[in-house]
């Protein structure tokens, strides 16, 4: 079966430092996501790509987070500098898209737990 | 206020129980509503689906929407300890809208 694979599972860091993650959405998916899950919240869209463009960065902090799917498969989402708020979950997801129309399903990822010390 | 709002819980059942778990929500343009299940440590992956208001029911799992109530619920029949993860309910607006996630219920279901 298909998955989402994602690396590192888990990531320790300290603040300032840069953080990368690193997604590979199920093949064929047009549609990826990344999303930020605090923990006992529920999951938060940082970021949607349409291929190798971003349709929705609108809550993704762009002073010191960055997204790149460069050529429209796999994706990095990097973090520069990491702040102690920046510990969640980071989680991806990808959809199959049929020209404009966005599949319903997002097939999820296990996720990066990142902590920031 | 949120836009989706979801008892965190935890709630903790035995073996056999039916379990409710609940979501309301604000935005009256919400038209696709959709339950998630978290395992610890794993990414959610996707229970039911509905479209606008109605029931759902796969297996031992039914889904209702009423619109009218920005209320949605999932029940599940006959838990298992299998059951035992973080429910999270989700719903957009359109096709290509982001989903909105509520903060999820911690299920346990006991043997």
């Known amino acids: 079966e298909a998955e989402v694979a994602q690396s590192p599972r888990y990531k320790i860091t300290e603040k300032s430092q840069a953080v990368a993650f690193w997604c590979d959405p199920i093949s064929g998916h047009a549609t990826l996501y990344w999303y930020r899950q605090i923990l006992g919240q529920g999951p938060e869209l940082l970021v949607q790509f349409q291929d190798e463009s971003v349709v929705d960065d609108s809550q993704l902090p762009k002073d010191r987070f960055s997204a790149e799917r460069l050529k429209g498969v796999d994706s990095t989402l990097k973090i520069q500098p990491a702040e102690l708020g920046d510990s969640a979950m980071y989680l991806c997801a990808s959809s199959l898209a049929v020209g404009a129309v966005i599949a319903y399903e997002q097939y999820f990822g296990p996720g990066t737990r990142l902590t920031v010390t | 206020q949120k836009e989706v709002e979801q008892d965190p819980g935890p709630l903790s059942v035995p073996e056999g129980a039916i379990v409710s778990l609940n979501c309301t929500y604000s935005?009256?343009?919400?038209?696709?509503f959709m339950w998630y299940r978290q395992y610890s440590r794993k990414g959610p992956e996707l229970l039911m689906y509905t479209y606008s208001s109605g029931n759902k029911e796969d297996g031992r799992f039914t889904a209702q929407v009423d619109k009218s109530s920005k209320y949605i619920s999932l029940f599940i029949r006959d838990s298992q300890p299998s059951d035992s993860a973080t429910y999270l309910c989700?719903?957009?607006?359109?096709?290509?809208?982001?989903?909105?996630f509520g903060k999820g219920t911690l299920l346990t279901v006991n043997p």
């Open positions: 989700a719903m957009r607006r359109g096709s290509n809208y982001k989903l909105t």
């Open positions: 935005n009256s343009a919400f038209q696709y």
